[in-house]
């Protein structure tokens, strides 16, 4: 099986910056894309960033310019810089990695439990 644990969420000022990581452990064989979403309560979930295996990103138009996201493939991690953070960014951030787990030929979604993010003064 594979487990996908976030970390690095809390609260922040508005103009503030953190660093959220998503690390994948089981029995991977590959990780295909790799994805940020982020959750309000009462709203839908919603996709914020995506990297694939080559490295290609995008990103939702509202974090453009202000969050980065990346992977350590030796390490079967995805990172998201955050900032310039605004009070709109706060959520629930989840990970989510399309694996191909070991013994398999195609790849499955995993998500991570989430990590809250808090912006405000």
């Known amino acids: 099986q594979v487990q996908l644990v976030e970390s690095g969420g809390g609260l922040v000022q508005p103009g503030g910056s953190l660093r959220l990581s998503c690390a994948a452990s089981?029995?991977?064989?590959?990780?295909?894309?790799m994805r940020w979403y982020r959750q309000v309560s009462g709203k839908e979930r919603e996709l914020v960033a995506t990297?694939?295996?080559?490295?290609?990103?995008n990103y939702l138009d509202s974090v453009k310019g202000r969050f980065t996201i990346s992977r350590d493939n030796s390490k079967n991690t995805v990172y998201l810089q955050m900032n310039s953070l605004k009070p709109e960014d706060t959520a629930v951030y989840y990970c989510?990695?399309?694996?191909?787990?070991?013994?398999?030929?195609?790849?499955?979604?995993?998500w991570g439990k989430g990590t809250l993010v808090t912006v405000s003064s």
């Open positions: 089981g029995s991977i064989f590959r990780i295909n894309a």
């Open positions: 989510k990695a399309a694996v191909v787990a070991t013994g398999f030929s195609y790849a499955m979604d995993f």
């Open positions: 990297i694939i295996s080559g490295g290609t990103t």
